[in-house]
């Protein structure tokens, strides 16, 4: 159960990714213009044309995984004949509410969305395929809006939706060698989908880039360690969110075990089996049968089923843990662009229910995660030094959790490619999330979303200085994906790996990344 509520907090924390759709605040043109209408391989899509882009949402890249079809690898959709309607996302896919996310009861999800630029004749453009957070039970490729990317990086942008939660990474004796990875595997047909598309919304199907922020980078990071991805995408962008993110016990959450957001695949078997076992479900032979009889509803209501989200490595999509697979070198040799925010996991702090977090519990967690060790960790995080006892224990986190996992896993992609690794680290970014006194927001968890993505249509009011900002940062993610080097005239240059970019409003500069956040303590202290 307490993993269970691990997952469910977790998911509530995509704070813009899971929540938030944004408004282009541009004005539709006719939907006769030609321009509206694009044949796909399975069929032509009418979206919406605006002065400066076109968009088409809700573009089904594969069949709906329901009834027989749940628990099963993603199939082609149906064709059809007469332009479809292209102008409204798809359904959400299956998952609860939370306090930041909507609730949806559609199995019917797995569509993508489109946003091309409208200036042409032009080469085809660079794709950029945007994986949502979430957690792995929440969220929506709709939820953010990506106009001022595609326009002002003169890329083609497409943001997808994937299986989440129990639809999506359910294990089974069962199921076999596909146990535990149909989100991951929604996520490759709707690459596939895109090498087949691309070219007719203007983009190039041999220069993909893959990114995603939280549950969105673990994503990215999985799909660059999976060999069935090979060929797929040719760049990634991971947003806080390596595959070397480990935490100690009450390191992420408190009473929280340690671990990782990567499960073995006999674990999320018997994780499964318990499921069916609970859902009159046991006899082996006729348990999935019986389990895609179970209404959505019921299994989203089920406490069993809460905890289920974790990808499984072991299986044909994931043959190893990502992070053992980094170390071995076992992914192909593209460039990457990694990072994470300044103050991650004051996120984190600000939705425990219980505030203000006290000196006690700050104590008590130190022990839990580091026994013996803690008065060290203390003694490098004092309360007096953080303000609150909250804000040190989001700063440990943060450091331990967060950052330095991440500088390890920047380290093992630089032993056999290019890399670049930033830090987003405005110390007062726009704040939707109510945060409580005793934390600071600072540059906490997905804040760098709303300098990436639209912020039309939501009350999120940038500075000069934070649009400078901005316009930097699209400039260094679209020239990454249509180079692989984020560096062009004009900008601050972005040295690659070991140099670490700082990004803050009028300040981008490197920055000693490794000693801002102790990781040569971290790296000789244990966790428990």
């Excluded at 970019?501 to 102790?518: M, N």
């Amino acid at each position: 159960m307490r993993r269970g509520r691990f997952r469910r907090v977790l998911a509530g924390l995509a704070v813009f990714a899971a929540t938030v759709t944004f408004a282009t605040g541009a004005q539709a043109e006719p939907a006769g213009d030609r321009d509206a209408v694009v044949r796909t391989d399975s069929g032509p899509v009418r979206g919406t044309v605006h002065a400066d882009h076109r968009s088409f949402r809700g573009i089904p890249f594969a069949a709906p995984p329901v009834g027989e079809l749940r628990w099963q690898p993603p199939r082609p959709p149906s064709p059809w004949t007469e332009p479809r309607d292209a102008t409204k996302p798809g359904d959400r896919c299956a998952q609860n509410a939370g306090p930041l996310s909507q609730a949806s009861t559609s199995e019917d999800c797995l569509y993508l969305n489109v946003t091309t630029p409208r200036r042409g004749p032009a080469p085809p453009r660079p794709v950029m395929v945007w994986v949502h957070g979430g957690g792995f039970v929440s969220g929506a490729g709709s939820d953010l809006t990506p106009t001022r990317l595609a326009v002002d990086g003169d890329v083609v942008v497409v943001t997808v939706n994937y299986r989440l939660g129990v639809f999506g990474f359910l294990g089974h004796p069962g199921l076999g060698a596909e146990s535990g990875t149909f989100g991951l595997a929604d996520q490759q047909a709707a690459l596939r989908w895109v090498r087949h598309n691309a070219r007719a919304f203007g983009g190039d199907p041999h220069n993909v880039t893959l990114f995603g922020e939280s549950a969105g980078g673990m994503s990215t990071c999985a799909q660059l360690t999976s060999p069935a991805a090979a060929g797929l995408f040719q760049r990634a962008i991971i947003q806080s969110g390596a595959c070397t993110i480990n935490w100690p016990a009450s390191g992420f959450l408190p009473d929280v075990p340690a671990g990782t957001m990567w499960a073995p695949k006999a674990a999320v078997d018997a994780e499964g089996a318990r499921l069916a076992e609970g859902r009159g479900c046991a006899d082996p032979a006729t348990a999935l049968a019986c389990l895609r009889r179970v209404p959505v509803r019921d299994l989203l209501a089920d406490p069993r089923a809460a905890s289920i989200s974790a990808p499984a490595f072991g299986t044909r999509l994931l043959p190893e843990q990502p992070a053992e697979a980094l170390a071995a070198g076992h992914f192909p040799r593209i460039p990457v662009a990694l990072g994470t925010t300044r103050n991650e996991h004051r996120l984190f702090a600000a939705v425990y229910p219980n505030h203000p977090i006290t000196e006690a519990d700050y104590q008590r967690w130190l022990r839990d995660g580091f026994g013996d060790r803690a008065n060290e960790v203390a003694a490098r995080y004092p309360t007096g030094a953080h303000r609150t006892p909250g804000n040190a224990w989001a700063d440990m986190a943060t450091d331990r959790v967060w950052a330095c996992t991440t500088l390890t896993g920047a380290r093992l992609l630089d032993a056999r490619t290019r890399v670049f690794q930033y830090e987003f680290a405005d110390p007062r970014p726009p704040v939707i999330f109510p945060f409580p006194p005793d934390i600071d927001p600072g540059a906490y968890h997905a804040s760098e979303l709303v300098f990436l993505f639209e912020p039309g249509g939501f009350p999120v009011q940038l500075t000069p200085e934070q649009q400078r900002l901005s316009q930097r940062m699209i400039g260094y993610w679209s020239r990454f994906a249509a180079t692989g080097n984020p560096n062009a005239h004009g900008s601050p240059k972005w040295r690659a790996f070991p140099s670490v970019q700082s990004l803050a409003p009028d300040d981008i500069r490197p920055v000693d990344f490794g000693a801002e956040h102790k990781c040569d303590f971290w790296a000789g202290l244990p966790q428990r």
